[in-house]
């Protein structure tokens, strides 16, 4: 999987994403848990969007990914807009690093983009190391639900006025898994269109299976929201954020 070319069409492709939502509910976890400490940690945090909402909002950020070209792109926003941000390029599922966080966070489904069971449960357990005690440790996973219905065997289209694609999802070689050929179109300054193809992988699992390997892991797990959202009933929802404690 390539990040070269998407890494910078990214932003320009995901400007209705909700970073908002997420800003709003770490907050609102924050305050129902006491949390004090402004540490917090953003796991593939991918351009820094969120990143740096979350700054913004006060917290101390340090941002990890695995793609050099995602943080190039986060740490000159973050230098635009004139805010200290620590960055690292890591594996989340190899996470090595010398300090402790109140609050760590993977957001924009990007959990959903380790291949193995194994890979996901040695992230629980990274993160459970650098977590301090009753530190909070969210994320959110796409759905079984979005994974069988919108996005297996489904084909997606945009035509904007610089970038175009062709976004095709296909049934993974594993349960509940996809693979997204990306096609890009790319306007340069001559009118002439380049373009660009990537391909995506994406896994997710029952909820039932996060909450297991979480408590194997020592989490609690405090609440589970449904698109942002408490709810009784999730059989058509299409992002589950999972709220938990060390």
Not at 21 to 49: F, M, N, P, S, Y
Not at 63 to 83: I, N, P, R, T, W
């Amino acid at each position: 999987m390539s990040y070269e070319k998407f890494a910078y069409l990214y932003d320009d492709l995901m400007r209705d994403v909700p970073y908002e939502q997420w800003v709003k509910v770490i907050q609102q976890q924050v305050e129902k848990h006491g949390i004090e400490g402004k540490r917090l940690l953003d796991l593939a945090c991918g351009t820094g969007e969120l990143s740096i909402c979350l700054a913004k909002s006060g917290y101390e950020v340090t941002c990890v990914d695995l793609s050099d070209d995602m943080l190039s792109v986060a740490q000159a926003k973050a230098q635009e807009s004139g805010l200290q941000l620590s960055f690292f390029e890591q594996n989340m599922a190899e996470l090595e690093l010398m300090t402790e966080f109140d609050i760590i966070g993977i957001f924009c489904d990007s959990l959903n983009y380790l291949q193995t069971e194994t890979e996901i449960k040695n992230t629980f357990r990274h993160v459970y190391h650098h977590l301090e005690d009753k530190g909070l440790f969210i994320f959110d996973v796409h759905s079984v639900y979005k994974m069988q219905h919108l996005f297996i065997n489904q084909t997606y289209a945009y035509n904007g006025d610089d970038i175009s694609y062709i976004w095709q999802c296909f049934e993974g070689e594993y349960p509940l898994s996809v693979e997204h050929e990306l096609t890009f179109f790319v306007q340069d300054e001559s009118g002439k269109y380049d373009r660009y193809d990537e391909l995506h992988f994406q896994r997710t699992y029952p909820i039932e299976q996060y909450i297991e390997w979480l408590e194997n892991s020592g989490f609690q797990v405090n609440e589970i929201l449904y698109d942002f959202k408490q709810s009784f009933s999730n059989d058509d929802c299409e992002r589950v954020l999972f709220i938990t404690s060390k």
